[in-house]
């Protein structure tokens, strides 16, 4: 289940964002693709070895029967790891675009705020401030959300990148 970025505030967004190891998952997913060769090496092997048995009756026809029936659920394994890496691979790409790409701060903002801060005498510095902060927040979360509901694994129906 995806978390909802619509009551999330923008600080929690990017502690939440931070802790993804994209290189971790791309690991991960370069793990599942390397074993799903191998996994299919296997299911080949179990296709062809029952037929060097010497072995003739119904044990034999079972036997055989059995062997298939395992050989391909074997490849279906190693269809469903392979299937598991690429959208391992996908989600660890879409990890790295967001963060590299999401917003930290605005820099005229939070030019204003610490400048609102510092001058805390000036009778326009409490409006300032509370623009500033509001600016900061609305423009850091808004752009936060837009960036990690078009990661490239949503599946809600308002995402642009939905998978169809």
Not at 51 to 64: C, I, L, M, S, T
Not at 122 to 139: F, G, Q
Request: hydrophobic content about 35%; some cysteine.
């Amino acid at each position: 289940m995806s978390p909802t970025f619509d009551n999330m505030s923008h600080e929690r967004m990017l502690e939440w964002l931070d802790a993804a190891r994209s290189g971790e998952i791309q690991g991960a997913a370069d793990r599942l693709l390397s074993a799903a060769s191998e996994i299919r090496k296997i299911a080949e092997d179990l296709k062809v070895r029952p037929q060097w048995v010497e072995w003739k009756g119904q044990g034999a026809d079972a036997f055989r029967t059995w062997s298939a029936d395992l050989a391909n659920a074997t490849l279906r394994l190693a269809d469903y790891s392979e299937g598991a890496s690429k959208w391992l691979g996908e989600a660890s790409n879409a990890i790295a675009s967001v963060q590299s790409s999401i917003p930290r701060t605005e820099a005229g903002a939070q030019a204003n705020l610490e400048a609102a801060l510092a001058a805390r005498n000036d009778p326009d510095a409490s409006d300032v401030a509370r623009k500033s902060a509001e600016t900061l927040i609305e423009s850091g979360r808004g752009t936060a959300k837009r960036r990690l509901r078009r990661c490239g694994g949503c599946r809600r129906r308002t995402c642009s990148r939905r998978r169809r």
